[in-house]
């Protein structure tokens, strides 16, 4: 058997980020995999240099073309903490409704992609054409459709009134009807499962020992969610993480699949006890310290670490981002595979490259 | 494939899902933040969307009254206009229009003669 070393990427019709792996094959096997990153660095924390840290909060919404709010709520909530700032409830509900707007449309992109990925073409238009009514959600809800800017520090800029919460439910209800109308395809077609079942496999072991997270770390079985600490207002949404145990990319799809559903069941949740009162307090004085905040992102538990010395400028700020997380599973996903698995496995872990370069 | 069979029979007989774009287009929500514009009589260059923007992209200058903004650097973040005291700065929904050449708003605001000091002095 004679060894080959097949570069896959950067540039690869699977991938809508550039990553770089080198897998090196025995016949069509594969039995190593190593991957190069640094293709979209843009030094976005160094940036805290030279913006402020309420400008940050629009820098690191950039971060992440998909899940923008998210991060901007990991940030804030970080400065929130150093600074002592009690965020009113309604802020909070809030936030957790945007969350989880987003996360259905980051998973809603990531079904497509992934059906795109085992070559199901009309699938991916399904999924797409349901998330651009969560697009229209956003842009109706918050002024723009990915970065929405929803959050200060101190709560959020805009408030949902009851019309509006009203149509979001209604929306939001639909949009499920047409999930549902799909899940029989995605969970138990022939030919998806053929593509996705024992595909990719990392035990429950593998899964902590490599440091896995979100849909990649619940897939294996092992129930862990950053929801249920119950940050913001989470702790009211009696919030139970969704878990499969076979490990392998069937099960991280179901898991993506199925946290769909729970997104917008969290949604109405929200909206149904969603308090009075103020959407933001104002707030005096710069940050000082040092915190680490975690949230639950769509592809795992993001992290962000800020120091302040309470200058206009933040001392350093880090970001841990899911993605950086997964791709040592993904190194132990790939050996053993064949060669024409290697798109469904790395789009597997949800991939977003931007993300982890930052 | 034959769990799709509804929805693709649905989708042949159902309205198209995408529209005749540029001939048909979808309104922006009522909302949404667009382009930036300011009313500029009623500025009084007080810098507060200048120091705050995140893009950077705003430059007043107080002596000669003048607002300017690099509409190609704007990110439609809305922080100026939250910022400006006095309400003067605004969005409309639509987002602006690709333009072939780059260039910059300039608006020229009022010259304030002299003001507080020479008041102060006759008081
Ligand atoms: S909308 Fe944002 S980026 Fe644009 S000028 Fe205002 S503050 Fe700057
Ligand atoms: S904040 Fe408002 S009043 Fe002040 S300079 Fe900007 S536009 Fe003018």
Redesign the interface.
């Known amino acids: 058997m004679a060894r080959t070393i097949v570069p896959f990427g950067p540039q690869h019709p699977v991938l809508p980020e550039p990553i770089h792996v080198t897998v090196t094959v025995e016949d069509e096997i594969i039995t190593d995999a190593v991957p190069a990153l640094g293709y979209v660095h843009r030094g976005l924390e160094t940036l805290a240099d030279v913006r402020d840290h309420v400008q940050m909060i629009q820098v690191v919404e950039r971060v992440c073309g998909i899940c923008s709010m998210i991060h901007a709520a990991c940030y804030v909530q970080g400065i929130e903490e150093m600074m002592g700032v009690e965020v009113p409830r309604r802020a909070e509900y809030l936030r957790v409704i945007w969350s989880e707007l987003h996360r259905m449309h980051s998973h809603l992109l990531w079904l497509g992609l992934y059906a795109d990925a085992f070559g199901f073409e009309s699938l991916f238009m399904q999924f797409w054409r349901i998330r651009e009514r969560v697009m229209d959600l956003m842009e109706a809800t918050a002024g723009a459709r990915v970065i929405i800017s929803v959050n200060v520090i101190g709560g959020v800029r805009r408030d949902l009134d009851e019309d509006q919460c009203k149509w979001v439910l209604s929306e939001v209800e639909d949009v499920e009807k047409q999930i549902r109308q799909l899940q029989t395809t995605m969970l138990n077609d022939y030919s998806v499962k053929k593509r996705t079942v024992d595909v990719g496999v990392i035990t429950k072991e593998q899964a902590l020992e490599l440091g896995a997270a979100g849909p990649c770390l619940r897939g294996s079985g092992v129930a862990q969610d950053m929801r249920m600490t119950g940050y913001g207002a989470y702790d009211d949404m009696g919030f139970e993480p969704i878990v499969e145990t076979a490990g392998d990319c069937y099960a991280r799809g179901a898991v993506r699949f199925r946290e769909t559903l729970q997104a917008g069941e969290i949604i109405r949740k929200a909206i149904a006890g969603l308090p009075e009162g103020e959407t933001s307090v104002k707030v005096r004085g710069r940050p000082k310290g040092e915190v680490i905040t975690r949230v639950e992102q769509p592809r795992g538990e993001l992290m962000y670490y800020i120091k302040a010395n309470g200058s206009k400028n933040l001392d350093r700020l880090r970001i841990r981002t899911p993605t950086f997380a997964n791709i040592p599973p993904l190194t132990a996903m790939l050996p053993g595979m064949e060669l024409a698995d290697v798109p469904v496995i790395i789009l597997s872990i949800d991939p977003c490259i931007s993300c982890t370069e930052r | 494939?034959?769990?799709?069979t509804?929805?693709?029979v649905k989708n042949f007989f159902g309205k198209p899902?995408t529209r005749m774009y540029p001939i048909t287009t979808r309104e922006?929500?009522s909302?949404?933040?667009g382009e930036l514009y300011i009313d500029v009589k009623e500025c009084n260059m007080c810098t507060l969307c200048a120091r705050?923007?995140?893009?950077q992209c705003i430059t007043v200058d107080r002596e000669k009254a003048t607002w300017e903004c690099d509409p190609f650097e704007c990110?439609?973040?809305?922080?100026c206009v939250?910022v400006c005291g006095r309400k003067c700065l605004h969005q409309h929904d639509q987002y602006r229009a690709p333009a072939v050449e780059k260039f910059v708003m300039h608006e020229q605001g009022e010259i304030k003669k002299k003001p507080k000091k020479e008041a102060s002095d006759s008081a």
């Open positions: 494939m034959a769990f799709m509804p929805t693709i899902a922006p929500f909302n949404a933040r705050a923007c995140p893009a990110v439609y973040c809305g922080v939250d």
